[in-house]
């Protein structure tokens, strides 16, 4: 049989880590950038690991400038 200890916890999201490396810095403007520009999936090419939804950081469903403004008071 499968036992729960056979795998790994789930880890929960950082909020503003878009780049799924464990921390909130400019590489994550970067991520949001290239969400912003190239949409999900440009976001899903350069980021295979990540979600795109976490680009959505205000939880409006759409990403857009007030998630820029929200990444930034998170870099701050």
């Known amino acids: 049989g499968i036992m729960l200890s056979d795998f ?3 880890n929960e999201a950082l909020p503003g880590d878009l780049n799924c490396d464990g921390s909130v810095d400019g590489r994550d ?3 949001m950038t290239t969400a912003l520009r190239g949409g999900a999936s440009e ?9 795109s939804g976490r680009t959505d950081l205000n939880g409006d469903g759409q990403t857009d400038a007030a998630d820029i403004t929200f990444l930034v008071d ?3």
């Open 74 to 76: 998170l870099l701050l």
């Open 29 to 31: 403007v970067a991520a």
């Open 8 to 10: 790994e916890p789930a």
């Open 43 to 51: 976001f899903q090419m350069q980021y295979p690991d990540c979600d």
